[in-house]
Structures are given as structure tokens and as C-alpha cells.
């Protein structure tokens, strides 16, 4: 169980345009998903926080306009990489928890690795 | 959330056992203790987690000091598949924390 999936697995796109990378939870409603970006030989870093049916939580330093999340139910969150330059090249990683039900792990989806060119 | 101290790199042995060391001295009395692994350009893993007492499943085992400055991680017998970064973290019982994630240590099993 608490299965985490993320769509697409890569994904190359030209500068100036938006990628879309979608995070959903499979057997179990995730009341809040989080977000991470990983450069090459780097640790995740956390992004946002997202909780379903509100506005996500930014980390600092993080731009919210940049980087659009929406978390419109309790299976799905998605975030967009607007007018991306290469420098947004990386691999971005979704997890995803629950409030209902007993104190659990998070579960992480296996990444999106983006490629601008 | 407390920090955490890992060595960067170990190697192990394929069919040793492989002890991953962790110190957490500033771990407060509701924050538990968690192990992921990443494998390459992969998510990072579940592995196992625990708050005082020592635990073990089917992958690994946790041995926590009765201090709880720190831990260690079990693989009793490493394949070559156990290859990856290994992170430690202290998370507070709450399902709204996010997870945040230290250097942590590679680990190498080598044939």
C-alpha cells in the first residue's frame, strides 16, 4: 500500500515554456503532499507543502509564481514549472502523507527528472 | 527539526552486514526517527522508522541508544542492490511535517 505516483518519469521542454508534473496518491487520500527538488549530487530540498483545497506553503526563497501548485483533491497535486529557464533543470520529487488514520511515513513518487533546453 | 550527522560514504561487503551510524544529540522526546534510501534517479525509499525501542522488518533493523542521540541502521546480509544514499531524519509525530533531508551517507556494497 501508500503508493505514490509521478507523471512524466522525464520531460524536456524549451526555455520560456511551462511543464506540468502531476503527483498522485493511489490507495490512500493525502490530506497533504509536499514537494522537493533535487540537483545533481545534492540532497532533496524541500519546496512547498501542500494541503488538499488550500493555497501550498512556500520555503523560502522558493517563487510561488514560479512554481504554480495546486492540490485540488485528495489524490492529486501538480506542480508547474512556469517560463522555465535551464537553470530549472532537475529532478522534482512529490511525496505525500494523511492525516486520517494512524501516524504514518511519508511515501515519495520515483521523481520527474526536467530537462530545459 | 533536529539535525542530523552521517559519515558521507561507507562501504560494505556484499553479504555482510552493513551498519549505518546516525547521530541526532539535539532529538526531542516526540521526534522519531527515520531511514530512507535513495537509489539513483530514483525517490527516496521507506526503509524503516522508530521512537525508542529497537525495530526490525523485512528490510532492515533499528537500534536506537536509550539516550536517543543515536541510531543505527541494520542491513544484515547487503546485496549490490543495498547500493544507495542512506538518510537518516528526526520528524515529530505530526502527519502535516514535511521531511527534511541531510547530506546523508552513500553506501557502496561491493562483490
Known amino acids: 500500500g501508500a503508493v505514490v505516483s509521478q507523471h512524466p518519469s522525464w520531460v524536456i521542454c524549451k526555455s520560456g515554456t511551462s511543464v506540468k508534473i502531476e503527483c498522485r496518491s493511489l490507495d490512500f487520500q493525502a490530506t497533504t503532499m509536499f514537494w522537493y527538488r533535487q540537483f545533481p549530487k545534492q540532497s532533496l530540498m524541500l519546496m512547498a507543502t501542500s494541503n488538499e483545497g488550500s493555497k501550498a506553503t512556500y520555503e523560502q526563497g522558493v517563487e510561488k509564481d514560479k512554481f504554480l501548485i495546486n492540490h485540488a483533491s485528495l489524490t492529486l497535486s501538480t506542480l508547474t514549472v512556469t517560463s522555465a529557464h535551464p537553470e530549472d533543470s532537475s529532478f522534482y520529487i512529490c511525496s505525500a502523507t494523511t492525516t486520517r488514520g494512524l501516524f504514518s511515513p511519508l511515501h515519495f513518487g520515483n521523481g520527474t527528472r526536467l530537462t530545459v533546453t | 527539526d533536529a539535525k542530523t550527522t552521517q559519515p558521507t560514504s561507507m562501504d560494505c561487503a556484499e553479504g555482510r552486514a552493513a551498519n549505518l551510524p546516525c547521530n541526532h544529540s539535539t532529538i526531542s522526546g516526540n521526534e522519531y526517527v527515520y531511514w530512507y534510501r535513495q537509489i539513483h534517479s530514483q525517490g527516496p525509499q521507506y526503509i524503516i522508522h522508530g521512537l525508542k525501542n529497537n525495530e526490525t522488518n523485512e528490510m532492515a533493523s533499528l537500534i536506537i541508544t536509550e539516550d536517543r542521540k543515536s541510531s543505527t541502521l541494520i542491513l544484515p546480509h547487503a546485496t549490490l542492490r543495498d547500493t544507495a544514499v542512506y538518510y537518516c531524519?528526526?520528524?515529530?509525530?505530526?502527519?502535516?511535517?514535511?521531511?527534511?533531508f541531510g547530506a546523508g551517507t552513500r553506501l557502496t556494497v561491493k562483490p
Open positions: 531524519i528526526v520528524r515529530v509525530a505530526d502527519n502535516n511535517n514535511d521531511m527534511r
